[in-house]
């Protein structure tokens, strides 16, 4: 890890490499605080901000960011968003998603500074028509457990916790492998492939650039000096997984090949059927307007339209 002195303010942000870390990146304002970015490689999205090397496997290697780098805010997004994975290796998903942040919370309480989570609508079972911000998680996997502890372990330390539903959004610029659940739909279809999709799964998608004002805000506690506990960021419709395809295929212009699927014929690690996520508190204390979702899924297909064409939206 090499690092400078580090005199003026700044906040830390890991796990910019995927899709949350491109919408953030294209949705970010100008005079935003100096940011810092902190990973195994640095995201293209990000090439005009500081990076740092860093593997977070490695212990202690966030209580030592931060003893350097004094930000006066973490956002920490690094993770294995994936539940297969979780399931594979649920040594590495607790390291990332619960040792990471006890480290981070501990060494950031001494410099005074704002710890935010970012976690997920999987902590819950998906038996509940919605989930308000003080729903009590229920998690059915080892990705959705892991990222419970997470957030017991940042609320303790009086972090902030923001969990994010599916995310929308091009794929990721170097990182073709990395895109929103909407382009991997499309991207599947133009393949050929053809996927069974559940009909029966119902999600709250957002665009990940919509993200950026709201976590933008929670970022400088001057603009935000009140926020704390958990909040949720959401689409303001729910959208089953099959219609999600349907509609994506539709707005990139291809014919669309996925099979309805019921979530009862799954043989996998046990999904959640019903992520709804309520964003009063965000509505309120942080002036969040959860989007609509046809807006946000028509962004997301001209952004993916633009990248085919060399230009960024
Ligand atoms: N994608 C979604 O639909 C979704 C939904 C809800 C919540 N979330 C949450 O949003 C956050 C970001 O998700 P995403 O889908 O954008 O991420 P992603 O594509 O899965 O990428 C994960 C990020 O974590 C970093 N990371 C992984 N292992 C690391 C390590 N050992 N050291 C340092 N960095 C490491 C990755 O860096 P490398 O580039 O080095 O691999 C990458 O930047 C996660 O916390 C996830 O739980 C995502």
Same mark, same amino acid.
């Given at each position: 890890?090499?690092l400078?002195?580090?005199?003026?303010?700044c906040?830390?942000?890991t796990?910019m490499g995927?899709?949350l870390?491109?919408g953030?990146?294209?949705?970010?304002?100008?005079?935003g605080?100096?940011?810092?970015?902190?990973?195994?490689?640095r995201?293209?999205?990000?090439?005009d901000?500081?990076?740092?090397?860093?593997?977070l496997r490695?212990?202690g290697?966030m209580r030592? *960011?931060?003893?350097q780098?004094?930000?006066q805010a973490? *956002?920490?997004a690094?993770?294995?968003?994936?539940?297969?994975?979780c399931e594979?290796?649920?040594? $590495?998903a607790?390291r990332?998603h619960?040792?990471?942040?006890?480290?981070g919370?501990?060494? $950031?309480?001494?410099?005074?500074?704002?710890?935010i989570?970012?976690s997920?609508?999987?902590v819950?079972?998906?038996q509940?028509?919605?989930?308000?911000e003080?729903?009590?998680p229920?998690?059915?996997?080892t990705?959705?457990?892991s990222?419970?502890e997470?957030?017991?372990?940042?609320?303790a330390?009086?972090?902030?916790v923001m969990?994010?539903?599916?995310?929308l959004?091009?794929?990721?610029?170097?990182?073709?492998?990395r895109m929103?659940?909407?382009?991997? *739909?499309?991207?599947?279809?133009?393949r050929g492939?053809?996927?069974?999709?559940?009909?029966?799964e119902?999600?709250?998608?957002v665009?990940?650039?919509?993200?950026?004002?709201?976590?933008?805000a929670?970022?400088?506690p001057?603009?935000?000096?009140q926020?704390?506990g958990?909040y949720h960021?959401?689409?303001?419709?729910a959208?089953?997984?099959?219609?999600l395809g349907?509609r994506?295929? *539709?707005?990139a212009?291809?014919?669309?090949?996925?099979q309805r699927?019921?979530?009862a014929?799954?043989?996998?690690p046990?999904?959640p059927p019903?992520l709804? $996520?309520s964003?009063?508190?965000?509505?309120?204390? $942080?002036?969040?307007?959860?989007p609509?979702?046809r807006?946000?899924?028509?962004q997301?297909?001209a952004?993916a339209?633009?990248?085919?064409?060399?230009?960024e939206?």
């Amino acid at each position: 890890m090499e690092l400078s002195a580090q005199p003026e303010p700044c906040v830390l942000l890991t796990g910019m490499g995927g899709v949350l870390g491109a919408g953030l990146a294209r949705g970010r304002r100008a005079d935003g605080p100096r940011v810092i970015v902190a990973g195994r490689f640095r995201p293209l999205a990000w090439q005009d901000a500081q990076f740092v090397e860093v593997d977070l496997r490695v212990p202690g290697s966030m209580r030592r *960011l931060i003893e350097q780098l004094q930000p006066q805010a973490v *956002l920490h997004a690094a993770a294995v968003a994936h539940i297969d994975r979780c399931e594979q290796d649920p040594e $590495l998903a607790y390291r990332l998603h619960a040792g990471v942040i006890e480290e981070g919370v501990a060494a $950031l309480a001494v410099i005074g500074g704002r710890w935010i989570t970012i976690s997920t609508d999987q902590v819950f079972d998906g038996q509940a028509d919605r989930y308000a911000e003080q729903a009590q998680p229920n998690p059915i996997h080892t990705y959705g457990r892991s990222k419970a502890e997470g957030e017991e372990v940042s609320l303790a330390g009086g972090g902030i916790v923001m969990r994010l539903p599916l995310l929308l959004g091009p794929a990721v610029l170097g990182r073709p492998d990395r895109m929103g659940a909407d382009q991997i *739909l499309v991207t599947a279809a133009r393949r050929g492939d053809v996927w069974e999709l559940f009909e029966d799964e119902w999600r709250v998608p957002v665009n990940a650039s919509d993200l950026a004002a709201p976590l933008g805000a929670l970022l400088d506690p001057v603009r935000s000096p009140q926020a704390e506990g958990v909040y949720h960021l959401a689409s303001a419709d729910a959208i089953d997984r099959y219609t999600l395809g349907e509609r994506a295929c *539709l707005l990139a212009d291809i014919p669309f090949p996925h099979q309805r699927a019921r979530l009862a014929d799954w043989s996998g690690p046990p999904r959640p059927p019903r992520l709804v $996520l309520s964003c009063e508190r965000a509505r309120r204390e $942080l002036g969040y307007l959860a989007p609509d979702l046809r807006q946000s899924l028509a962004q997301s297909a001209a952004a993916a339209l633009a990248q085919v064409y060399g230009q960024e939206i």
